[in-house]
């Protein structure tokens, strides 16, 4: 029987807190996410009924409105039930941590290696230049204002190791916790995160060039990978909700789990890899719905008997990366989609094998797995954030994944081995740039209008249309727009043009004026 129990409460009626930093709520604000009921925090009186009981509180979610707690006792969980405002009592889940990599093959740096145009990447190069990340940089966008997260099981020798050094000195670790631990020192337990880390944050010229050397880190272990046990979803949920609440922008988690056990019940299966089954994956997707690029490994499993992908990467609005060789050919190893209930991923791929990473003796090395490709990615998804932001204010994380995802060569035709395969980050900022451009010519008018108004068009690639709108009809529709009534006050048109899949805008008529949503 299980001895670690998520209890449930039923409302927060006696909270009117929110658990955001001012940071974090600034973020909001700019990004148009509203405050809600996930942010607030739990009543503090419940919290306080369930610590008078003989048990241990683990952690604290306001998103589930839960506690988890450790109690062997079946009779205290029926004392907690008598109470009205707990809603139920179910076990956490234990999981089975995936592989995290392989190899220990040392890295030959060769003179050949050593091509770049503006950074000596030395070894690192291939990697970031197949993902059109040399463009990006070139641009002089390196990562910088953007604060991503990075979830794993330790980073021994990020303190000390040389190939951080620009990190300290320029202040850009800016926060570690340990939530295995429940203390701050995050340089114990693995040094799988320290070569994750090095992959975006590192920098040793003429060696290794992380994707996004200029970005602000946190630290954050949870996962104890010494255990011999299975791993509680506790810790990657916590850590989730915290990330939220101090204004990450990306959370980048080289962790993933597959089989499920929750001591009483059989072992769940790749059923459950659905994207709604468990607390990981519901996390991870709550995490996504306040403004945070949710970036996983989709996991080392398309060996193994398990195969497919795993928690969190399973979720809908979680950017799974698989790997594959410098050559862009599928690792064997990459676990593979789709979800259960059909949805493609891996989303994307990356470099996983014989990846440039940092090793422990102030060197560099090879290592192949998921663990690498998905931080490269993530690097790379705060330089083109960055870059969007200087055109695009209000750029969210989802417009960002779904930038990647259509600059992927694969993005027409997906599979379920590579996603929608390999996406060029620099073609796809360019594509961005274009579209800021449509947006600026189209212009609906007149505004306050009577009876009828003008939708005015005219691009470089197309020509200038003009069609008047009475009674919610779209006069003489040329072929090249799709206009949807979706109501009697609001239409949506959809602009194909050459590049890109479709230039979509709503317009909202109400009481005779008219707003405009690109």
């Known amino acids: 029987q299980s001895d670690t129990w998520w209890v449930y409460f039923t409302d927060k009626n006696c909270n009117t807190s929110i658990s955001l930093s001012k940071s974090a709520i600034d973020k909001r604000l700019k ?54 405002f707990i809603k139920k009592i179910k076990p956490v889940l234990k999981l089975k941590p995936e592989t995290k990599y392989f190899s220990n093959e040392l890295l030959d740096v060769s003179p050949s290696l050593r091509l770049s145009s503006s950074l000596l990447y030395g070894a690192s190069f291939n990697q970031i230049d197949m993902l059109g990340g040399v463009g990006l940089h070139n641009e002089g966008y390196l990562g910088n204002g953007i604060n991503i997260a990075v979830f794993d099981a330790g980073f021994i020798g990020v303190e000390s ?30 040094v799988h995160g320290t070569m994750v880390l090095s ?19 946190m630290l954050f272990r949870t996962e104890d990978s010494a255990s011999e046990t299975l791993i509680e979803e506790d810790y990657w949920a916590a850590a989730a909700e915290y990330a939220d609440s101090v204004g990450v922008d990306i959370i980048n988690s080289s962790l993933g789990y597959t089989i499920l056990y929750d001591d009483t019940l059989n072992s769940h299966s790749y059923m459950d890899m659905d994207g709604n089954s468990t607390i990981i994956t519901k996390a991870a997707d709550l995490a996504a719905s306040r403004g945070i690029l949710v970036v996983n490994s989709a996991g080392n499993s398309g060996n193994s008997n398990w195969y497919y992908i795993g928690a969190p990467a399973d979720g809908d609005s979680v950017l799974a990366v698989g790997a594959v060789n410098a050559m862009g050919q599928i690792a064997s190893f990459s676990s593979r989609g789709p979800t259960y209930d059909g949805r493609i991923k891996p989303n994307i791929c990356a470099q996983g094998v014989l990846s440039t990473v940092a090793d422990q003796d102030s060197t560099i090395r090879y290592a192949n797995g998921t663990s690498f490709s998905a931080p490269i990615i993530a690097g790379l998804s705060a330089c083109l954030w960055q870059g969007l932001l200087t055109q695009i204010p209000d750029v969210s994380n989802m417009d960002v994944l779904q930038m990647i995802q259509e600059s992927a060569h694969l993005f027409e035709n997906p599979n379920d081995s590579m996603g929608y395969g390999i996406p060029n980050f620099y073609l796809g900022f360019l594509n961005a740039l274009e579209l800021t451009h449509l947006i600026d010519t189209v212009q609906v ?73 690109g």
């Open 199 to 217: 992959t975006m944050g590192g920098y040793m010229a003429d060696s290794l060039i992380g994707t996004a050397p200029e970005a602000n880190y």
């Open 31 to 84: 990004k148009k996410i509203p405050i809600d009921f996930y942010d607030y925090a739990i009543c503090q009186s419940y919290i306080d009924t369930v610590s008078h009981y003989d048990v241990i509180i683990r952690r604290h979610s306001r998103w589930l409105n839960a506690v988890s707690i450790k109690t062997n006792s079946s009779e205290v969980l029926d004392l907690l039930l008598s109470h009205k």
């Open 161 to 190: 190791l040389p190939i951080f050094d620009n990190l300290w000195l320029n202040n850009q670790i800016i926060d570690t916790y340990d939530f295995v631990d429940n203390d701050s020192d995050v340089f114990v337990g693995s």
């Open 445 to 517: 008018y007149p505004n306050p209008y009577t009876d009828y108004f003008v939708i005015d068009y005219l691009t470089d690639l197309n020509p200038e249309f003009q069609k008047r709108v009475k009674g919610g009809t779209l006069l003489e529709l040329p072929e090249t727009i799709v206009w949807m009534e979706i109501s009697d006050v609001v239409y949506q048109y959809m602009i194909n043009h050459p590049g890109r899949l479709y230039y979509p805008s709503v317009v909202l008529i109400l009481d005779g004026l008219l707003e405009v949503y």
